[in-house]
């Protein structure tokens, strides 16, 4: 018996997907890992905007794709944003990440984790993201046990 659960929900835009985030961004807590995947330009940026506005944040967010991390203040903690895709090994990121994985005042964002998968908890959040040929988004959620207070009270159709 799996004590993950698993939604798969239908998102018909942006707008949907941002919304989404944002429910889950509201019951963040603290110490979650979040692991997103798509293929680029798949909705990971938009994912993570709603999901810093749901935290109660104020920051811009913007693609670390090119500055590997991005930091967002939210009012009960922060949340660090990894994007490793032009990384095949993380190297001295792994560390900063690794550093970070537990921390109550932290919440954790990674795109790309193929480079970080030995230093990522398995007590994570995934979230898949694809595109359709219809343009919109089919988002796969698997919450284990101790997180699935984030998907508590979502359903399937945005």
Do not use: C
């Not at 941002?18 to 798509?38: D, F, M, P, T, W």
């Not at 330009?41 to 709603?50: A, D, E, L, Q, S």
């Not at 694809?130 to 359903?155: C, F, N």
Request: glycine share 10%; proline share 5%; hydrophobic share 40%.
């Amino acid at each position: 018996m799996s004590t993950a659960r698993t939604l798969y929900i239908h998102s018909t835009d942006s707008e949907a997907t941002e919304q989404l985030a944002e429910k889950i961004g509201h019951r963040l807590r603290g110490g979650e890992v979040i692991e997103l995947a798509s293929d680029l330009g798949g909705g990971k940026t938009t994912f993570v905007r709603g999901l810093v506005r749901g935290a109660g944040s104020q920051d811009r967010v913007a693609s670390p794709t090119f500055t590997i991390s991005k930091v967002y203040s939210a009012p009960a903690f922060e949340i660090h944003h990894f994007d490793f895709y032009r990384l095949p090994e993380a190297g001295l990121i792994a560390n900063e990440l690794a550093e970070i994985i537990g921390d109550p005042r932290a919440v954790i964002v990674v795109e790309w984790a193929r480079a970080v998968q030995h230093v990522l908890p398995s007590v994570r959040l995934k979230v898949h993201i694809e595109q359709t040929p219809d343009g919109s988004r089919r988002l796969t959620l698997q919450a284990p046990l101790p997180l699935q207070h984030l998907l508590t009270g979502i359903d399937g159709g945005l």
